[in-house]
Structures are given as C-alpha cells and as structure tokens.
C-alpha cells in the first residue's frame, strides 16, 4: 500500500471533515441569531446542497484532465476563508452565499479525494482502499460536533467556525507539502470523454445506473435519521439532549469502526449480496424506529443502522471505483457523489411530506419501504450484468 501518497491525503480529509463536524451544532443557533426563520435556516441548508451538487461532477471531470492535487488545495482553502467569513456575516443572506461558496469548496474535496484514492487503488483492493477513505470520513464528522459543542461552551460560537478555519487550512499545508501531485493526465481517465457523454453512458450502464440509483436510495435516510429523530425521541419518551447525541453518534462511530474489516470484506465477497443485506437492514431498521419504546431499544436499532452502513459505503466505493475505470475517475465520483446529494434532498422534502400528511411516526416506515423498493430494484438491474 503506497502510505506515503495515502496517509497524507486520509489524514488531511479527516481534518477537513472535523472542521465541517465542529460547526454542524452551532450553525443553526448561529443563523437564529441572525433572525433566520424556519424558510431562511432551509434556504442556508439548500444553498450548500445545490452548489454542491452542482460542482461536483464539473469538477470531478476536471480533475481527470488538469490533476487532483489542485482541486483539493482550492476546497480546502474555500473552507478556510468560510470558517473567517461566517462569524462576520451580517444578514441572513450573507450566510446563504457564504453558504453557497462553502459548498463549491466542499464539491473540491471528497469527490475529488475519492478519486485520488481510486487511482491508488490496486484491482481488487478496492473496498479495502475506499473504507480506508470512509473511516477517516466519519471520524472527522462524527468527532466534530462534540469539540465545536466544547469550543462554543468555552469561548463563544465564533470560536466553532475559527477552529474550523484552522483545521481547514492545516489540512491545505499537509496537502501541499507532504503529498506528491500526479501530473495532469496521468490520473485513470477512462476513455477521455467528457462530462455529459460519460454521463450518458452511465445511465446507459445497467451496472453503473443501479450503482447510482443504490447511492441515491440508500441516502434518503440521513435527513429523516439525523433532522426528525430529535423531534421522534423528545415526543416518544422525552429523551434528554445527551441521549438523543449519544443514539446519533454511535451510529457515526460503528459505522467508521467497521469500514476497514467490511472494506475487506467487499474485496472477497459478492458486492451485491452485500449490498442487498445492508439495504435490507437499513430499510428494517427504519420500519421499526416508531415502535422503540425507550432510549435502549433506540440505541439498538442504531447500532444495527450503522452496522448495515458499514455494509453499504465500501461496498458502493468499491464499484464506483471499478467503473471509474471506464469513465475516469474524477467523473464518476462526482455524479457518484451527486446521486448522493439528489438522496439527501429527496429524503428530507419525503420525510417532511410524509410529516405532514400521516405525521412524524409514520414517516420512517415511509422512507424506509421507499428505500427497500428503489434498492432491491437497482440491485436487480446490476445483477445481469455482474462482475464474476
């Protein structure tokens, strides 16, 4: 395993990811602050997500042909300079386009780093490699909201998005002086097509079309699992604010625990039966939230949740990595990471329609027929064409 090309780019994204879980408490009492309303604090929300979403292939397609090391220098500046703006942000619609901005540098990292990972990647270490890259993904996120929780006690919410900052550009000096830059071009670059005709071939790819629908589905939960269950717990049996964090964070923390051995685990077995077990354990653990009748029985299903997450993310890199072979790396970890975003976004407006209308216990089981159904169906479209 080429450490020396590794180890500085896994370390860096879980500086870079921390900053992002530092602010992720503050960030809402910081924009109430401001006199967001509800619309204005979705607006903020939104404004992140869609640049994002956004960039993400555009600068995935870029790095294939001008490098990766230059995107992630740029990303990780662009959090940087957002963690000094945000506390001098004046108005709501300040930090909707410092939002904005903050969501072009994230497009700049994790897709961008995916694919680093990817070219390293031997064939067949693949899920190996990409659970290296998820374990320091879910370590930074999920060890950040308890230091910003810490900084923001101690010294103020500033004291959150400067350390944010810090780490930002600490990151950016490991990037620039301990990892080598491939030059431009010689990163896997498939067959050289550009964005919108790779993307049509994607779709045209029974295997890579199911790949993608499978990201999009399996990412419908996060807003319901993460937003509502706060609301869920206080209604159901008035859970206090350290139960709900600890019912949330060990799900994160199983989760990274487990990516290196299921990385392994994705190299040796059958993708798709993975895939298929850990899309069957999410969608039932979503059918059985409304009917824990206590912080414990909760705590379980989470563990189970993230346990089948585990499954999942290396699984999915793993052939993610295996058709970006086809269409360039960089290409396929930015749409790879826009059906991300596309999931993100269907979850919350399903789970915010299905309050509405059968209310807040309903909505899990909802969302999670709706991922059983959309999952089984893309695996069934990869199966034909699976890779023996």
């Known amino acids: 395993m080429p450490y020396r090309l590794l180890l500085p780019l896994l370390f860096?994204?879980?500086?870079?990811?921390?900053?992002?879980?530092?602010i992720v408490p503050v960030m809402p009492v910081f924009a109430a602050s401001l006199g967001a309303s509800g619309l204005a604090l979705g607006f903020i929300i939104a404004s992140f997500s869609i640049t994002r979403g956004v960039c993400q292939p555009v600068v995935g397609s870029l790095s294939d042909r001008l490098g990766r090391k230059g995107f992630l220098l740029?990303?990780?500046?662009?959090?940087?300079?957002?963690?000094?703006?945000?506390?001098?942000?004046?108005s709501v619609e300040n930090l909707v386009l410092i939002r904005a901005l903050h969501g072009?540098?994230?497009?700049?990292?994790?897709?961008?780093?995916m694919a680093y990972v990817s070219d390293l990647?031997?064939?067949?270490?693949?899920?190996?490699y990409m659970g290296l890259l998820n374990t320091a993904i879910f370590s930074g996120i999920g060890?950040?909201?308890?230091?910003?929780?810490?900084?923001?006690?101690?010294w103020g919410m500033a004291a959150a998005f400067y350390a944010m900052s810090s780490l930002s550009f600490l990151a950016l000096a490991l990037i620039l002086f301990q990892m080598p830059a491939m030059p431009a071009g010689t990163a896997r670059n498939g067959n050289g097509d550009g964005l919108f005709a790779a993307m049509g071939k994607m779709l045209a790819s029974r295997r890579t079309s199911g790949l993608l629908l499978t990201r999009l589905a399996t990412m419908i939960i996060m807003v319901p699992t993460m937003a509502f269950l706060p609301l869920l717990m206080s209604q159901a049996?008035?859970?206090?604010?350290?139960?709900?964090?600890?019912?949330?964070?060990?799900?994160?923390?199983?989760?990274?625990v487990l990516q290196g051995p299921c990385g392994r685990l994705a190299d040796?077995?059958?993708?798709?039966?993975?895939?298929?077990?850990?899309?069957?354990?999410i969608s039932g653990v979503m059918c059985l939230i409304p009917l824990a009748a206590n912080f414990w029985s909760l705590l379980f299903l989470f563990v189970v949740l993230g346990f089948g997450e585990a499954l999942i993310w290396p699984t999915m890199g793993a052939m993610a990595t295996e058709e970006g072979r086809t269409y360039g790396q960089g290409t396929m970890m930015g749409v790879y990471n826009l059906a991300m975003s596309g999931g993100v976004l269907a979850g919350a407006m399903g789970a915010g329609i299905a309050t509405d209308w059968f209310g807040l216990k309903w909505s899990f089981p909802l969302i999670g027929l709706t991922v059983l159904v959309l999952t089984m169906f893309a695996i069934g479209i990869m199966k034909p064409a699976a890779k023996m």
């Open 143 to 154: 060890s950040g909201p308890l230091l910003g929780g810490v900084f923001t006690d101690l």
């Open 268 to 281: 040796r077995r059958d993708k798709l039966q993975l895939l298929r077990l850990g899309c069957l354990t």
């Open 12 to 22: 860096s994204v879980f500086i870079a990811l921390l900053g992002i879980g530092i």
């Open 104 to 113: 072009v540098g994230s497009a700049m990292i994790v897709p961008v780093a």
């Open 74 to 90: 740029g990303g990780l500046f662009i959090f940087g300079v957002v963690g000094l703006l945000i506390p001098a942000a004046a």
């Open 237 to 256: 049996f008035q859970a206090s604010a350290v139960q709900i964090g600890v019912v949330i964070s060990v799900r994160t923390l199983i989760n990274a």
């Open 121 to 128: 990647a031997p064939e067949g270490e693949e899920g190996r």
